[in-house]
């Protein structure tokens, strides 16, 4: 069974600071994994997709990269800005289900 | 391109009572997964449908159980609703009859309070 862990459960930074955002899973044999932001109450909005065989993804102030062997992912926001707080949930794609971290609910501080 | 829809928004069901939730898929999507995701947690997967069968399920009760229509609109119900299952439901399309390398995408959710 698929474990995704995400750490830190909170992280709180002043505004203009880079966030760097963990996401670990127990099994490799994933397609592909996906970042999402998530605010209260509400959907999800995805972020990046990474697939298995890439190392990296990027999107504006997003980075994303994946190092599958390892079981790793990370997300860096380069400088956060208040609208960036919200939960940030990493989800792994393995057989057509997405199993999901608890999230990481970030603060950014004006 | 209307993404992903879901109803209701809210509902307020009591212990016992059955619901019935609803999603229409992004157009072009063939495919439809339930989560269930409870507060401070991040989503579970209920069940997943394709050609309008269930083609994969989570660990969840045959209380949960869904439906796939001709449109590939779905509807998730359940029956004899416990406290627990207060939740926001969420629903995601995506087309792996394409490739299964697609992106998922996701509705606002239905949040459910069981009292």
């Known amino acids: 069974k698929q474990e995704v862990t995400q750490i830190p459960a909170a992280l709180s930074v002043p505004e203009g600071e880079n966030l760097v955002l963990n996401c670990s899973f127990t099994d490799s044999a994933i397609y592909n994994l996906q970042w999402f932001r998530q605010d209260p109450g509400k959907g999800l909005t995805s972020l990046l997709l990474?697939?298995?065989?890439?190392r990296e993804q990027t999107s504006g102030r997003l980075n994303a990269s994946l190092d599958k062997s390892s079981g790793r992912s990370t997300l860096y926001i380069a400088a956060s800005q208040p609208g960036d707080s919200a939960t940030y949930l990493c989800?792994?794609?393995?057989?057509?289900?997405?199993?999901f971290g608890a999230g990481t609910t970030v603060t950014v501080r004006a | 391109d209307a993404g992903v829809t879901q109803s209701p928004t809210h509902l307020i069901k009591t212990r016992g009572q059955q619901v019935t939730l609803r999603c229409s898929p992004k157009s072009g999507h063939d495919t439809v997964s339930w989560y269930q995701q409870a507060l401070g947690q991040g989503p579970q997967f209920i069940f997943q449908?394709?050609?309008?069968?269930?083609?994969q399920r989570g660990n969840f009760p045959d209380r949960f159980s869904g439906h796939q229509f001709p449109n590939y609109s779905s509807e998730l119900n359940v029956n004899a609703l416990l406290l627990g299952d207060s939740a926001l439901y969420l629903c995601?399309?995506?087309?792996?009859?394409?490739?299964?390398?697609?992106?998922?995408?996701f509705g606002p959710g239905t949040r459910l309070t069981v009292l």
């Open positions: 449908y394709y050609e309008e069968e269930e083609r």
């Open positions: 989800a792994v794609n393995g057989d057509y289900k997405l199993s």
């Open positions: 995601a399309s995506s087309s792996p009859s394409v490739t299964i390398t697609d992106t998922q995408y």
């Open positions: 990474i697939q298995s065989s890439q």
